[in-house]
């Protein structure tokens, strides 16, 4: 059946929420079936260690300092999950969803990427190859061509939309994908200020001094006072405007994932996560960006209604952060980091960790979690479990040179 026009506009309105986080949102159409998939982007490199803390390890917290969590007694502890691992405070749906098993945590994971450099490390994350611009196309994309060019079928119908003013790079590729895009606009977008950042890491006092007038032209803002020059879009303002924004964006994945006649597969990217200053611990300004996506993550639960049973939603970054906190109270860009695999589909109520340990023997070139996980694993598993990709085409089409990283199975429940 047709989109009718009032429909149409009534998602483009909930989208456009999207432009205000920073976000970008793709949705493609996977051949018919009740299987929904969600590739959620966290841009700027997530702290594992600091999302899903490994309470357990005796190195931990040394390493962290004053911004360690802890298993319980103190305001602001750990959520329980396994004993070893816990989660950071601010995901309380997340946790809602590991004890109902329908979240999955993996740790210590990281793509092929050994650098640290975001635009590098992000393009690999997207194009499914084992190097930066290896590919000018993305392995979602390549998993949808794949599933729609069975030899009893002819050529695939249009793959889907892209509400955003660029397609990501993960849905660009042979599967035919239309964008749509909201016209708002603001004074400093994230990704220039991901680049400032950077710009400024290298000097300690310079990245305090802008996490410093961040944090304050934030109040200022929320305050009543004008937002300055500087206000990124996914700033986060005292009480609810931030979760909303996030909400807001769920909502419009699900509106069209929820569709009987709509598409299957949506990705949309979040930004703000390179916290090389006053990174903070169960407060701060991390907490504060976790808590946001948390509560975006339980209005998609809740917009995509009975679909969530049979939905998979994965969240990934490009790489971690340090182990240790540097001198500016943050972290700086790592490698191994975690992901989380959550939905009515995922048989959850587990941590995935082969952990490699936190001594500074086992740390990666002395400073990083080493990765024992390699995201393909995963990605082969979820793609050929639930979007039903054919093995070959995995190999050789959706991750070439990946012979290395093996199928993860069992991920969906059978």
């Excluded at 329980?80 to 993996?106: K, M, S, T, W």
């Excluded at 069209?256 to 990174?279: Q, S």
């Excluded at 975690?338 to 587990?350: D, N, P, S, Y």
């Amino acid at each position: 059946m047709a989109m009718q026009r009032r429909e149409f506009l009534g998602l483009g309105a909930l989208a456009a929420g999207g432009a205000l986080l920073g976000t970008r949102v793709a949705l493609a159409h996977a051949e018919p079936g009740a299987a929904r998939f969600v590739l959620v982007i966290m841009r700027g490199a997530l702290d594992g260690l600091a999302a899903v803390p490994p309470l357990g390890d005796r190195d931990y917290p040394e390493l962290r300092r004053e911004f360690a969590l802890h298993a319980s007694g103190e305001s602001g502890a750990a959520l329980p999950l396994d004993g070893f691992f816990g989660l950071h405070p601010a995901l309380n749906f997340l946790q809602q969803c590991y004890a109902a098993r329908e979240l999955i945590v993996l740790h210590a994971l990281a793509s092929p990427y050994r650098e640290r450099s975001h635009f590098d490390g992000q393009d690999v994350l997207e194009n499914g190859s084992p190097r930066p611009h290896a590919l000018q196309t993305g392995w979602l994309n390549r998993a949808l061509a794949a599933m729609t060019r069975p030899a009893t079928r002819p050529a695939a119908r249009e793959a889907g939309v892209a509400l955003a003013q660029n397609v990501p790079l993960v849905m660009r590729g042979p599967a035919a994908v239309t964008s749509w895009s909201s016209s708002k606009l603001t004074v400093l977008d994230d990704d220039t200020l991901a680049r400032i950042t950077d710009l400024y890491a290298a000097d300690p006092l310079l990245a305090t001094r802008l996490a410093d007038a961040l944090t304050a032209n934030a109040m200022a803002a929320g305050a009543g006072g004008e937002a300055g020059a500087i206000t990124p879009r996914s700033a986060p303002a005292p009480g609810t405007r931030g979760n909303a924004r996030y909400a807001e964006v769920a909502r419009a994945a699900a509106g069209f994932l929820r569709r009987e006649d709509g598409p299957r597969v949506a990705v949309f990217d979040t930004n703000g996560w390179d916290t090389h200053a006053n990174e903070g611990g169960a407060q701060g300004q991390l907490a504060s960006r976790l808590g946001e996506l948390d509560t975006g993550l339980a209005t998609l639960h809740q917009e995509l209604g009975t679909a969530w049973k049979d939905s998979a939603v994965l969240l990934v970054t490009e790489f971690g952060r340090t182990a240790a906190i540097n001198g500016t109270r943050g972290t700086d860009h790592g490698t191994a980091t975690v992901a989380f695999l959550l939905g009515g589909a995922v048989a959850g109520g587990r941590v995935i960790a082969d952990w490699p340990g936190l001594s500074s023997r086992a740390l990666y070139q002395g400073r990083d979690l080493a990765a024992t996980l390699d995201l393909r694993s995963v990605l082969k598993g979820l793609l050929s479990e639930h979007l039903t990709v054919p093995p070959r085409a995995l190999e050789q089409e959706v991750f070439p040179d990946s012979a290395a990283a093996k199928t993860l199975r069992g991920l969906l429940r059978s």
